[in-house]
Structure formats: structure tokens, C-alpha cells
């Protein structure tokens, strides 16, 4: 499996600032995805990144809200824009195998909005 | 359609005892349904994962059973130890969308010494 890593792991904002999350896997990776956990929930899929394309976000989520650059096969940014308390979660980023099944996640960011 | 369901949402188990969480879906393009545990402050761990096309799978301790006909899928931790203490997450996904996997919403397992 790959070895995906986090920064930051943790961090405390203001609101209605911005923050972006690195996300760096050890491999290439074709398909990488950035989810979030809100606190002692489970985890929602907030948008697929593929390099070289735009990023793909789901239902509820937007990207002037959540820009997501992926300049290359190990890299992706996400960036929480204009926060607010809402948005403390564990922000989640991970990688599809080969297989195109088995998905690994990073271990975390955790973001608290103050 | 879209949504799985898990239950039960926290469990005690005494230690040696059998733990078994259940999940139940609706969208039957689904075609792979993994689980995950998930230690507090870790990011979520892949255990085990089951297609379709089989009715059980057993890796160690860890065991899915899979019932199509049901929409249904349980995780089985046979002799479940202390360290087994964790939260877990079923989920599936289509292989046409993508890897997009859907979760359930967890279950907290503790297991007692």
C-alpha cells in the first residue's frame, strides 16, 4: 500500500481565513480524493483529483469553498477557504491502488475554527 | 440509493468474544464493499474487502460475510482482543464512479479485558 502523509496534522484558524492541506504520497497515483470527518462522524467524500484534469467535487461541496490543485502524481492541495466553525474536521486525504478498488487514506488533518 | 447503513453504532465485547457489525445497502451497482478501523487521531486503516461474487472472506481474526440477496455485509472479529478497540467503518463503492466510496456511519468497539 502506498505511504501517504499529511500537512499539517493539526491546526488552529480564525475564521474567515483560508488554510491548505498537503497531501504527498510515496507512489504515482492516478486518482486521489479528499474527504472529511466531521467530529465522531463518519467520512463524506468531498471531491475526486486527478492530475491534469479539474477537479471533480460532490454534491454539497464547491470550489471557490474547497480548491483542490493536483500539479502531479504524488502531490494534491486542498485549500478551505473563508473558514468558519462549521468547518472543524479531520480533513482526510486518499489514494486508489492499482487495483482501482482498495483506497488508503493519510493520516489527517484536523482543523479547528475558532 | 446511495446510502449504507451500519449498526449498531457502539458495541462492548467482552475479551475472546465474537464482535459482529453489520452494514445494509441499497444501490445494487455496488461492487465492492471494504472495511475500515480507525484508531482515535489515525487516519482510516483498510482491513478487509469482499466483491460480490463471494460469500465469505477470511483473513485472520477478520472475517466478511455477504449476502447479495440481502443487500447485506458484516464484519465478524473472531477471539476480539483489547487492542481491537477502535472504530469501524463499512463502506462500497461502484468501480464505474471511480473508487467514490460511500461509508457508513461507524461503530465504536470496545472490548473489555
Known amino acids: 500500500s502506498a505511504v501517504i502523509s499529511q500537512k499539517p496534522s493539526r491546526d488552529i484558524c480564525q475564521r474567515g481565513t483560508s488554510l491548505t492541506i498537503q497531501c504527498q504520497v510515496d507512489s504515482q497515483v492516478t486518482m486521489m480524493f479528499w474527504y472529511r470527518q466531521q467530529p465522531g462522524q463518519s467520512l463524506t467524500l468531498i471531491a475526486t483529483a486527478n492530475q491534469g484534469s479539474e477537479a471533480t467535487y460532490e454534491s454539497g461541496f464547491v470550489i471557490d469553498k474547497f480548491p483542490i490543485s493536483r500539479p502531479n502524481l504524488t502531490f494534491s492541495t486542498l485549500t478551505v477557504s473563508n473558514m468558519s466553525p462549521e468547518d472543524s474536521s479531520i480533513y482526510l486525504c486518499?489514494?486508489?491502488?492499482?487495483?482501482?478498488?482498495?483506497?488508503?487514506f493519510g493520516p489527517g488533518t484536523r482543523l479547528t475554527v475558532t | 440509493q446511495q446510502q449504507v447503513k451500519q449498526s449498531p453504532q457502539s458495541l462492548i465485547v467482552q475479551k475472546g468474544g465474537i464482535s459482529i457489525i453489520n452494514c445494509a445497502y441499497e444501490?445494487?451497482?455496488?461492487?465492492?464493499f471494504p472495511w475500515y478501523q480507525q484508531f482515535p487521531g489515525k487516519g482510516p486503516a483498510l482491513l478487509i474487502a469482499?466483491?460480490?461474487?463471494?460469500s465469505e472472506k477470511k483473513e485472520g481474526r477478520f472475517t466478511i460475510s455477504f449476502n447479495k440477496s440481502a443487500k447485506q455485509f458484516s464484519l465478524h472479529i473472531m477471539d476480539s482482543q483489547p487492542g481491537d478497540s477502535a472504530t469501524y467503518f463499512c463502506a462500497a463503492s461502484t468501480y464505474n464512479q471511480g473508487g467514490k466510496l460511500i461509508f457508513g456511519q461507524g461503530t465504536e468497539l470496545s472490548v473489555k479485558p
Open positions: 486518499s489514494v486508489e491502488s492499482d487495483s482501482r478498488y482498495e483506497q488508503y
Open positions: 444501490n445494487t451497482a455496488f461492487d465492492y
Open positions: 469482499i466483491r460480490p461474487d463471494v
